[in-house]
């Protein structure tokens, strides 16, 4: 009588047991997706992780505020003289020269803007405007018996409007008038005579200013 009984419990053992078979065939499948995922992500995040130690030492490598990189770079490359004024530049220099001599005046040619325009502030605005001009320089510039600085020459050449010239150019516009000191520009198609008129007026105007 007990027979049926058995035999149900039995069927019922072996579909149980089936089940957890399956059962464990797919929790096992499951482990096998997640931690195939996961060994993603971490291949995933040790890639970036290496990619931004790359790039860091790569910025590192070519910091050109670093003397090591700078004495890497100049011995790595050739060097060669250069004049210091094309030849646009010596023709003004020597008009501006004309104007100057007998007026007790100095000039200098390639000044860099951060070694006559400083700020009068001390924070990080006045840092920022110090920066933008520090590496732009004026091709030539008449300074008075102290080394005040005067009256800024910038020859615009054949070759000169080329890229972002008219901007770098503007900065110094705005740069050397808001300090203070005059900006002739001059061309290839002026003579010396009109350049020497150019600067003989700017310093009347100056000379005109400071007696009034």
């Known amino acids: 009588m007990a027979l049926p009984g058995l035999v149900g419990l039995a069927a019922f ?12 065939r797919q929790v096992s499948a499951e482990l096998a997706v997640y931690r195939a995922r996961l060994n993603a992500l971490q291949a995933s995040q040790q890639a970036a992780e290496w990619q931004r130690e ?28 250069r004049p ?22 100095k000039l200098c040619p390639q000044v860099n803007l951060g070694e006559i325009i400083g700020t009068v502030e001390d924070d990080r605005d006045a840092d920022n405007a110090f920066r933008s ?18 009256v800024a020459i910038e020859h615009q050449g054949k070759g000169h409007f080329q890229g972002n010239a008219e901007a770098r150019d503007e900065v110094k ?6 300090a203070g000191i005059a900006l002739i520009e001059t061309y290839d198609d002026l003579t010396e005579a009109e350049i020497g008129g150019l600067l003989h007026a700017a310093l009347e105007r100056i000379r005109a200013r400071r007696s009034s």
């Open 13 to 24: 053992g072996i579909g149980w047991g089936a089940w957890e078979l399956r059962r464990t």
């Open 173 to 178: 516009r705005v740069a050397l008038e808001r």
């Open 84 to 105: 210091l004024l094309n030849q646009g530049e010596q023709r003004v220099f020597k008009a501006a020269l004309g104007v100057v001599r007998h007026q007790a005046l």
């Open 54 to 81: 790359r790039n860091k030492q790569r910025w590192a490598d070519n910091d050109v505020t670093e003397t090591d990189n700078q004495l890497r770079f100049i011995e790595a490359a050739q060097l060669q003289r």
């Open 133 to 150: 001009i520090n590496s732009k320089r004026v091709d030539l510039l008449i300074c008075d018996q102290r080394w005040w600085p005067l």
